[in-house]
């Protein structure tokens, strides 16, 4: 059981990034699916899920993101996407993908994401 | 929100000796904590869910404690690999998850 972020790098302020969360292992569909990121040198930060078919779906978003980042899913590509918008140097992190089962048991190995002019 | 606050936020100890770091929820979160491991550059690594369940693969040195709304771990007869950041989550009530702020144990 497995997921791979990709995508991240080096982002001009106000910019746009795309995420990937490719998952192995497992059908992504039947769980949450979390993204957490990390600044330099600070703790862990929730920045959204999608749930799981179940629920449709559904997505919510940490507030310092709501209304610029989109989470989504493609099912044929077992995979998780974050969409990240309007980017600033607050939003500078590794950015983690992880599966949700109450506790997050599953982690990507994360993605640099740095926006800097 | 839940607010969660970790002390101490640094500790230091010797081999083969027991620390104990407080994880305090702003509220009742009826056990819904987590554990996490995290070294430098690596992702977190669950330790312990529900308070008390011990990860499957996770030694048996850490144990899970309650009192009230302070939630603590415990690390018994400490080993060198046991040196990184130690953060709690709460997930009782979301959004958002919410994490403590973290201790680091230097060995």
């Known amino acids: 059981e497995q997921l791979v972020e990709s995508g991240g790098g080096l982002v001009q302020p106000g910019g746009s990034l795309r995420l990937s969360c490719a998952v192995s292992?497992?059908?992504?569909?039947?769980?949450?699916i979390d993204w957490v990121r990390q600044s330099p040198g600070k703790g862990l930060e929730w920045v959204g899920r999608?749930?799981?078919?179940?629920?449709?779906?559904?997505?919510d978003y940490a507030a310092p993101v709501k209304d610029r980042f989109i989470i989504s899913r493609d099912e044929s590509q077992n995979s998780v996407f974050l969409q990240m918008n309007s980017l600033t140097a607050e939003d500078t992190a590794v950015y983690y993908c992880?599966?949700?089962?109450?506790?997050?048991?599953?982690w990507g190995q994360g993605t640099q994401v740095t926006v800097s002019s | 929100d839940i607010q969660l606050t970790q002390s101490p936020s640094s500790l230091s100890a010797s081999v083969g000796d027991r620390v104990t770091m407080t994880c305090r929820a702003s509220?009742?979160?009826?056990?819904?904590l987590a554990w996490y491991q995290q070294k430098p550059g690596k992702a977190p690594k669950v330790l312990l869910s529900?308070?008390?369940t011990l990860q499957r693969g996770v030694p048996s040195r850490f144990i899970g404690g309650r009192s009230g709304t302070d939630y603590t771990l415990t690390i018994f007869r400490l080993q060198p690999d046991d040196s990184a950041t130690y953060y709690c989550?709460?997930?009782?009530?979301?959004?958002?998850?919410?994490f403590g702020g973290g201790t680091t144990v230097e060995i």
């Open positions: 992880t599966r949700s089962l109450k506790a997050f048991d599953t």
């Open positions: 292992g497992f059908t992504a569909s039947f769980f949450y």
């Open positions: 999608t749930a799981d078919n179940s629920n449709h779906f559904h997505t």
């Open positions: 509220r009742d979160i009826s056990t819904s």
């Open positions: 529900d308070a008390f």
């Open positions: 989550q709460q997930y009782y009530l979301t959004p958002p998850v919410t």
